[in-house]
């Protein structure tokens, strides 16, 4: 088989390969070239990172990556991709990949490598088991249909936390009443991403790169990002992005920080967002969970979500020490075989 792989040079055709294969083994999260070169734009200059187009006879079956985790960042540790095209399967080449990826990697002494599949996806799970990974965390995909959804069934309790002093506004509005918004949220965002469920500890994001993605991203939309107000502070926050393909919406964040916990503003803010979306005709939200996240699930199953298989990440220590995970943290990122660009909720 003559396959040759190449480094991936940015030229709008790698782009749309990219896009393509990804497109053709994720049929259910489609992307678009605008979102992975915005992605890539977007990228602080410490993210060590590179893509590679497979050819068989010139003609591209598959692409390939590493990169690290801006919100977990360790310039040793690694989350990669590995993507088929389904018809080339079966033909040695994403063992080719993987081969060339820890080739490439060498030189920037990796510790660490991470990878996600889906539970109903048995050959990927067989991939990586063969190759050394093991199991480290699963996050539960959940799927809300907004016509089973009636906010006239619920009590979302802003009643009573007015009493307390708290009032939930959309961000639209907030950036009229608070010229350092940015920050505000920047801050919210940064506790309450320490918090959510993962394997690897999280680190902050600095602002100016947060706030980059946060206004240049085109699914990001302030009319649906939902803060919970106490005063002048920003408390809680559930905020709903749309992506460019696909007539869903999907759950970014949910948080609330530790001090106004055990008080409903989770469940309020779901609410909120949920109503929001029905109201501007979405037929669905889709978000990801730790299946650790025991009370951010409980929420959703009683709002109506729907589980889907589980997304299983692995992880491969390269260092011959036994893998230890870290504190719990967000669990968004990359993918490799297909893992969508989404952060979990708290």
Known sequence: MNLSIRPFEGADSDYETVVGIGN???PEYPGTVEEVRGRDARRPEKIRWARYIAEFDGRPVAVSG???SLWHYDSHRFDIEISV???????GIGGRLFDHLLRELEPLEPAVLKAWTRDDRSDDGRFVLKRGFEEVGRDWESRGKLSNFDPRAWDSGEARLRTDGIEIVDLRSLMDRFSDWDRRLHDLQMEVHHDIPSISPATDVPFDTWRSDFLDSPS??????FI???GDRFVAVSELCKPQVGEHLDTSITGVRRAYRRKGLALALKLRALTWAKEQGYPEIRTWNSQRNEGMLSINVRLGFEKQPAWIEYALSLTGKQWAPGRDADAGGSKL???PQISNEP
């Open 24 to 26: 053709a083994c994720e």
């Open 66 to 68: 590493y990169g690290n």
């Open 85 to 91: 095209l389904p018809e080339e399967r079966r033909r």
């Open 220 to 225: 990001r939309r302030p009319e649906a990002t």
């Open 228 to 230: 919970a107000l106490h």
């Open 337 to 339: 075989l297909g893992r």
